[in-house]
């Protein structure tokens, strides 16, 4: 799905480039051509499709996340034990958060953490779980958080769920 929406993206700029070649197209009546309204509704219909796909992308990536956490048995609530780092983009262009979890049981436990990835006025662009095995009693364990598709902006990262098991 994500290779369908950057080639998704690169149509869109191909029908930017063929809509600014044929915008100033007019008839002898001073009226834009036929051409030119055609290249305006398609480049309609690609910003659609785009915006179909990343909704595609977004539910799906949630739907996924809500799943792995379901399958966690007998998980506690560790919301509070979780902090993340800072916010940056890895060589594929995904948006990357590293993810520390502090095990407050006293035995080894293992986290399950869904990461929300959300840009200008707080809009959700993404979701992941990351698991984190293994984490001695009293002791932190790390992991990180990568988006599954390159995500525009200023973008920020927050907890939304966690749970120790």
Do not use: Y
Request: with cysteine; charged share 25%; aromatic share 2%.
């Amino acid at each position: 799905m994500v290779v369908r929406w950057k080639r998704g993206v690169a149509g869109a700029g191909v029908a930017v480039v063929l809509l600014g070649g044929v915008a100033g197209c007019s008839d002898d009546s001073g009226e834009p051509s036929d051409a030119a309204s055609k290249a305006a509704s398609a480049l309609s219909s690609v910003g659609s499709s785009l915006a179909s796909e990343a909704g595609d992308v977004l539910a799906s990536a949630t739907a996924e996340a809500g799943q792995k956490l379901e399958e966690i048995k007998d998980g506690v609530d560790a919301k509070g034990d979780v902090t993340l780092g800072s916010v940056s983009t890895d060589s594929d262009g995904r948006t990357t958060v590293k993810v520390t979890v502090r095990n407050t049981a006293d035995s080894a436990k293992s986290f399950g953490v869904q990461v929300v990835f959300k840009g200008d006025g707080g809009k959700l662009l993404d979701t992941v779980v990351v698991t984190v095995d293994d984490v001695a009693a009293g002791k932190t364990g790390e992991g990180t958080a990568q988006s599954h598709r390159k995500l525009d902006g200023q973008v920020t990262a927050e907890v939304e769920n966690a749970l120790r098991h």
